[in-house]
Structure formats: structure tokens, C-alpha cells
């Protein structure tokens, strides 16, 4: 976390301890660096765990592994290594995973399978077991430590920690959510997305968890895009530690649920946002609203489009009310358009309505809505009822620097 | 052409006249600018006619009226127009097309569909129809002028004028190829891609002459990428007036259809370069041949999601011999790979192969080669038979500079 915090970054919040849940970091020195960078989370007996990952088939062992054992619904550990991906580095790699596995199941006299590992940095570099071996020992040693704390020492290019929180009524109970997440480049949709870990003290039926953070997954992650580029390592995983006491959760009919998910759905969100808000070079926050597509699928693909194109997020960082972009992004998404119906504005103005510019258009508020830090455009594609939002950054001589300079 | 040339530029060639082809160039003044901005093509009579078209749903009326010119295969005459692409502009748009079809067929006294028109710039300013008909009446009045001048006409954003030339034997007669074309930002393949227009004297039937600049296509302009944004204007034409005398080519089988489609392919990948090269804030021309893939086409998709990842343009922009990154870009293709067999080098060095960093890689040649203008990327990907090459430019601070700034 050297690099100057993002212009959008936004306060870590306060986030309630969860019950089950006991986290501890430690100095792997995977790097050449004084900071923690081993994360290691306890679960009680009894978590359910749910997991999205990558879709990157080039993906690394941890996300190999961690996607067969997310279908066995148990966690009782999870670790997380950061500045070293481990990624592309054969069987090296994949026994490094499986010795941290081993150490950390044989602490807590549980099944290999029972440890999650994610790691996250250069590609290519088999993760050292030495490193990794003392580290894991340090951790267990380790005094507790809080969310901030953890949300810090997974984190690699990031310029600020990000975590979010929420709570609900699940019948009489109380239950809580918190979680953090990491990353700021390489980010794209159609996945899991970074490395991000949530927990609750609800009890959640495995596979109902799983339900949930898919979907959650489709309404947040899956809608935010920094460069387009998808890492080989991203994972979120869901922690369920069944503490609150409340009448386990099974499906959408059990009392609570709708509101559990609710809030689910919002760290999701909130978490997914503040990935963007640390977008590499950010200066905006850009909020693409699709309506009108023949379906929410095709309005969520032709956002992205748009949340893509080098010219649109160029546009925006010279504050510039380039709808011609826009249209050309749509035409190329690859999706259904007529450019006869299509509608774009800015801010709530539109500026070109049913394929041609608005003649009484007035570009004055646009552009006072284009100098500030959030920005909106929103999208009318006039042949249905689909809508999705996707959320990215603007494309500025930061990102250049950033991963011109940045070494392999 | 007011932003400095390309350090990547090349010369415009030595360009034979085409018998058959007569250029010349006008003053339009679509923009508050004081050069020629109007081209007009004219060719003889019985000129054969192909074209190839943005696939970009959101296509301009030129395209949707030259597309359907193009099935006819009689080109009389072509207008280009620089400085507005008419794009997104609704009747007005297709009525000031319609217009200049009209004014220059009843000139040569030829159907209005025999005249093509293109026009590139800014997006959603309708045609002005009142320049366009003074720039006309003016074009037809001028003395010729040779290929450079042209494309320097057709030029927007371009900092170099870009041409290419080559001859072919069909049996005993030689026939000549010449083309110009214009393009520095908005490329991406998949379409037809910018604005291109070739000539030759040979004879060669219309449908056949199609099949050709479609292959052409296939192995030029759709390899071809600078930032993954397809413009809603982009049209290649290749024009046959016969002149030359020799049998007429009907088909594959024709004697001569070899050499006459090895030069057309010839001239189409100079020109697909020379875009390339012009690349918005390009430092590097990077060539990615992909081999070992299931098909073609799928060598083709891995090589294009590697040319239009933010971060491998940027690696290579830094002379990073970053290969984890090129493993995410194969990974996220979408296409079938497995991280195991896969290898990748550069400038002929593998870096990693079967799936693992090489113990002995040595970085010092790749580095060397990586300080280079023209960079050459490997993966094999281990699979099949299937290969192609994709040619892209690195990603760089000018690129910002120039869209951040460029004023809608």
C-alpha cells in the first residue's frame, strides 16, 4: 500500500466481530517487505461455506482446489498469502497448497479439505513452503486480530483497505455480516472477482449459501470491471458460522431469508464498489445504467461494453460528453440494438434520444455532472424490459504508469 | 495530421497509377480546417466491386447503403468525406448520403447506386449537405492527384499517410494493385475495419472479387487490433477496372487467382500494418503468433484477447517480459487451453513452457529484444494444429493524452 491512496477511496467501516469467526495475520515475507501478508481466518466447527471463482482457465491451484472443496460446504480455516499468486507454476504450486493445507489441518485436527487457501501477487513464482510454512506457525501464535487488520494484510496494489458490513432479522435474531476484499487491476466480470472473504454468524444450509452468493455474485461482482482483464486467482468465499442461533436457513422459504439475502447483497455491492473506487489510475466512479434490452443478461452485457471501451473510459477521465462512444460501444457489444431507438444521457439529461442527438440538447449541467467524482450514464436501448447496472472507473494516465512500471 | 508522426510510421510507397482509376481531392471544410477533406474515386466504366463492413450494429447510413451497393459488384464512382462520420444521425444522416449518390450519378450518368460514399469523424453531427455539395461540384473539377494526395484526404487522426502496393502475373499479363487507407483509433477486428480503398486494373468478377477481400480480410484487417473499439463507420472497397486486358478471374481455379490473391493479400496486410503502426500513442508494433490451438479461428480469438489486454499492452509498453500476464489474457480467451502445455516467449526466447517458468530462462536477450520497436510474442498453446498470427500495438500514456483530450 505505497502507492497514493485513491481519489475515491472511502473510510473503512466499522465492522462487528462475528461470532465463530477469529482472524490473525502474520509476516510471511513473501516479498522483500516489513508488512503482514499471511492471513489465516478461524472458523468454529460447524461453517458452512460457499465460494464463486474465476473463470480464467489458466487458473491457479488454490482456485483448483478451493472449488471442489467449496462443494463439500465445509471451512474450519482459511489462508491467504499475498505477493505471491502461485499461479502457473505447475506441480510446484499445487504441492505448496497442499502442505499449507496439511500444517493448518493437522493444528486444528480437521480434514485437508476443511482449509481454503487463496494467494494472490506475481504470476509464475512457485510459492515458497518455507515462507509459508513459518508463516502459518507465526499465525497460529498469533493475538486476534480485527477486520481492518485483515483487510490490510491481503491486500497487494491496493491503495486503500476496503471492508463492508451489514446486519438483519432473520425471525427474531439479529444476525451479522462483515467482510473485506482485495484488488485494483486486473479486474473484470464473468466471475468471482479478487480475493474476497465474507462471514456471518447466520446459519445458512451449504447449499442455500452457495444459492445466495451466486446470485449476489451476478448482482455485484459480476457487474464491475476495471480493465477487462480476468486474474487467475480470484475467489470470494462466504463464511457461515451458525453462532447467532438462528433457525437454520434452507431456502428462499425459510422465515428471513429475503432478508438475509438483502444484506448479503448489499456487502456484496458495497464491497464490489469500493474494488472500482481503487481501480488502477481512477479518478471517477462511473455508474452505466442499461434499460430496454430484451433482457437484464444483454443489458448487463452492453454495459460492459461500454464499461470496456478504452474510449468511453477516456472520455470520461477528459470529462468529455462523447455520446458518439457510447453508441459505437453499443453497436459492438454484440448484442440486440436498433440504433433508431437508442437513447443516451448523462447524469439524468439525455442527449440523444431515438438515435439522433436531442436538438434542444443543452450540455451545460452534463458538463458540471461530468466534472465531479461520480458519474452516471445511462442507457435506453428501447426494445424490452431488460436493465442491469455496471459499475467501473475512468481509463487515465495512472493506470498507464501503474502497469507500465509495475514488475513481473 | 497535426499531432506528431508515429515513431512507428513508414514511408507512404512509390504507388502506380491504375488504369481505370482517376483520383481526386476537394475542400469540403467539414471542419474549421483548411486542407482536402473530399475524395472522389472515379472509375471506368464496368469497374468491378467488393467491400467489406463494420459489423458494429450501430453502422452509419453509408454503411448500410454501401453494403447493399456491394451485392450489385458496379462501383462508379466513390466519395469520401473527412471529419464527420455522419453516424447517429438519423434521416438527415441517410438523406445527405442519398444527396451526394444522386449529384455524383447524374455527373457520369450512372445509377445512384454505383457511387459509394464513406465518411469518418465525429459521430452524431449530420452530414452538412450544403458543403458537401459545394466539395463535390469542386472534386469534379479538379485536375487528378496521385494516391498520396488521397490519403492524406481520407486522413482524421492519423499522423502519416498509409499506402501499399504490390503486382501479380495473371498468365501473361501484369496486373497492378494500389490502396490507401486511413485509421488510428477505434480498431478492432471482427468487421472490416476503417476506411480502405484498393485498386487494380485487373479483371476479375464481381462475386469472385468479393470471396477474395473477404479471405483477405480474414487474414489482415481481422488480425488486427489497437484498442478493441469497432468503429460504426469502418468499410474497406476493392476496386477491379479490367483495364489490364487479362482473362477475366471467375474463380479459385482461374490461372493467375493465386498470384492476383497473394498480392491482394500482400497489399491488405501492409495496410492493416500501417494502421497498426499509427496506433493511438503506439511505441511498439507487437506481432502474437499463436500456434498449437484447436482451429484457427480459435488461435485467432487467444491472440486477440492477448493484443487487447490492457495489461499486456502496458507490460510491453514498461519492456516487461511480463508473461503471467499473457497466461490470464490466454486464460480468459474463452477458448479451449489448459494451463499445462502452455508456453509462451518472446522474440523467440520461451520464457515458460508446459505450464511452468523455465529453470534456465535466461531474461537478458528477451530484454534486449523487448527494448525494441517491433516486438514478437509466442504461445503455444499445445493442442492442435491451429495457428494465427495477430499484430497490435502496446499501450501507452499517448494513448491517453490523445482520447482524454480529443473533443466530441
Known amino acids: 500500500m505505497t502507492a497514493s491512496t485513491s481519489p475515491l477511496a472511502r473510510p473503512f467501516p466499522a465492522l462487528p466481530a462475528i461470532d465463530g469467526?477469529?482472524?490473525?495475520?502474520?509476516?510471511?515475507?513473501?516479498?522483500?517487505?516489513?508488512?503482514?501478508?499471511l492471513t489465516l481466518i478461524e472458523c468454529?466447527?460447524?461453517?458452512?461455506?460457499?465460494?464463486?471463482?474465476?473463470?480464467?482457465?489458466?487458473?491457479?491451484?488454490?482456485?483448483?482446489?478451493?472449488?471442489?472443496?467449496?462443494?463439500?460446504?465445509?471451512?474450519?480455516?482459511?489462508?491467504?498469502?499475498?505477493?505471491n499468486s502461485n499461479a502457473f507454476t505447475g506441480y510446484r504450486g499445487r504441492e505448496?497448497?497442499?502442505?499449507?493445507?496439511?500444517?493448518?489441518?493437522?493444528?486444528?485436527?480437521?480434514?485437508?479439505s476443511d482449509v481454503f487457501v487463496s494467494s494472490t501477487g506475481v504470476i509464475g513464482v512457485p510459492l515458497p513452503?518455507?515462507?509459508?510454512?513459518a508463516g502459518i506457525a507465526a499465525a497460529i501464535a498469533a493475538e486476534p486480530c480485527d477486520w481492518e487488520d485483515a483487510a490490510s494484510a491481503i491486500g497487494t496494489t491496493d491503495t486503500f483497505t476496503k471492508g463492508a458490513g451489514a446486519s438483519a432479522l432473520v425471525g427474531p435474531v439479529r444476525v451479522e455480516l462483515a467482510g473485506i476484499i482485495k484488488g485494483s487491476g486486473m479486474i473484470a466480470p464473468d466471475m468471482a472477482t479478487m480475493l474476497g472473504y465474507i462471514a456471518t454468524d447466520a446459519a445458512v444450509a451449504p447449499g442455500f449459501l452457495q444459492e445466495m452468493l451466486a446470485k449476489a455474485n451476478a448482482e455485484s461482482f459480476s457487474c464491475i470491471t476495471v480493465d477487462g482483464d480476468t486474474s487467475t486467482s480470484d475467489t470470494v468465499l462466504l463464511l457461515?458460522?451458525?453462532?447467532?442461533?438462528?433457525?437454520?436457513?434452507?431456502?428462499?422459504?425459510?422465515?428471513?431469508?429475503?432478508?438475509?439475502?438483502?444484506?448479503?447483497?448489499?456487502?456484496?455491492?458495497?464491497?464490489?464498489?469500493r474494488v472500482v473506487r481503487d481501480g488502477?489510475?481512477?479518478?471517477?466512479?462511473?455508474?452505466?445504467?442499461?434499460?430496454?434490452?430484451?433482457?437484464?443478461?444483454?443489458?448487463?452485457?452492453?454495459?460492459?461494453?461500454?464499461?470496456?471501451?478504452?474510449?468511453?473510459?477516456?472520455?470520461?477521465?477528459?470529462?468529455?460528453?462523447?455520446?458518439?462512444?457510447?453508441?459505437?460501444?453499443?453497436?459492438?457489444?454484440?448484442?440486440?440494438?436498433?440504433?433508431?431507438?437508442?437513447?443516451?444521457?448523462?447524469?439524468?439529461?439525455?442527449?440523444?434520444?431515438?438515435?439522433?442527438?436531442?436538438?434542444?440538447?443543452?450540455?451545460?449541467?452534463?458538463?458540471?455532472?461530468?466534472?465531479?467524482?461520480?458519474?452516471?450514464?445511462?442507457?435506453?436501448?428501447?426494445?424490452?424490459?431488460?436493465?442491469?447496472?455496471?459499475w467501473t472507473c475512468d481509463l487515465t494516465h495512472g493506470y498507464i504508469s501503474i502497469n507500465a512500471d509495475y514488475r513481473s
Chains 1, 2 share one sequence.
Not at 460457499?50 to 465445509?74: H, K
Open 21 to 37: 469467526i477469529t482472524l490473525r495475520v502474520a509476516r510471511a515475507r513473501y516479498k522483500d517487505w516489513d508488512r503482514a501478508d
Open 96 to 112: 505448496a497448497v497442499e502442505a499449507i493445507m496439511a500444517q493448518v489441518a493437522a493444528h486444528y485436527g480437521c480434514q485437508p
Open 280 to 390: 488502477e489510475g481512477a479518478q471517477k466512479f462511473i455508474a452505466i445504467r442499461v434499460t430496454g434490452a430484451t433482457s437484464d443478461e444483454s443489458a448487463r452485457r452492453v454495459g460492459l461494453a461500454i464499461a470496456n471501451s478504452p474510449l468511453v473510459k477516456t472520455a470520461i477521465a477528459g470529462e468529455d460528453a462523447n455520446w458518439g462512444r457510447i453508441v459505437m460501444a453499443v453497436g459492438k457489444a454484440g448484442e440486440p440494438a436498433d440504433r433508431d431507438r437508442l437513447s443516451i444521457g448523462f447524469g439524468g439529461v439525455w442527449a440523444a434520444r431515438d438515435g439522433q442527438p436531442l436538438p434542444d440538447y443543452d450540455e451545460a449541467p452534463v458538463a458540471a455532472h461530468l466534472k465531479g467524482q461520480d458519474v452516471s450514464i445511462e442507457v435506453d436501448l428501447g426494445l424490452g424490459e431488460g436493465m442491469a447496472t455496471v
Open 129 to 133: 513452503q518455507d515462507k509459508a510454512r
Open 240 to 273: 457461515a458460522t451458525g453462532k447467532a442461533g438462528n433457525a437454520v436457513l434452507e431456502s428462499w422459504d425459510s422465515p428471513g431469508a429475503d432478508a438475509f439475502y438483502a444484506a448479503l447483497r448489499q456487502v456484496c455491492r458495497d464491497l464490489a464498489h
Open 44 to 83: 468454529a466447527k460447524g461453517t458452512a461455506v460457499a465460494g464463486v471463482f474465476t473463470r480464467n482457465v489458466c487458473c491457479s491451484s488454490e482456485v483448483e482446489l478451493g472449488r471442489e472443496q467449496a462443494r463439500l460446504g465445509r471451512a474450519r480455516a482459511v489462508v491467504v498469502n499475498a505477493g
